[in-house]
């Protein structure tokens, strides 16, 4: 599986920015997939992630009422809709990938594939 994530940039707080994730290979529909986001001296952290089939989501308490994961199996992508942005959640933000998982994964081990990442930069 390989992922590529797109959609970052400079916003200014209070803005909305939607992130996308790429995915190629044929198990994209049967896997668990999630955002993470590492800021500059701090540890990476989930964001958001969502189950197989996107009936099931689970986000950090942070960002909570303001992003939205969603995923379109058909296009082999994943989205993260931010809004409300503050400068805390200025980061660089990764998607990740468990193939034949049909569970909702919360925990950064769980994942196997990890995208580029993609820079979020949000001003006051």
């Known amino acids: 599986v390989q992922l590529q994530a797109s959609g970052g940039g400079s916003v200014q707080a209070g803005g909305s920015a939607r992130l996308s994730c790429a995915a190629s290979?044929?198990?994209?529909?049967?896997?668990?997939m999630g955002w993470f986001r590492q800021a500059p001296g701090k540890e990476r952290e989930l964001v958001a992630v969502i189950s197989w089939g996107g009936a099931s989501t689970h986000y950090a308490d942070s960002v909570k009422g303001r992003f939205i994961i969603s995923r379109d199996n058909a296009k082999n992508t994943v989205y993260l809709q931010m809004n409300g942005l503050k400068p805390e959640d200025t980061a660089v933000y990764y998607c990740a990938a468990a193939p034949d998982n049909y569970g909702l994964l919360t925990s950064l081990n769980e994942y196997d594939y990890w995208g580029q990442g993609t820079q979020v930069t949000v001003s006051s």
């Open positions: 290979g044929r198990t994209f529909s049967t896997s668990a």
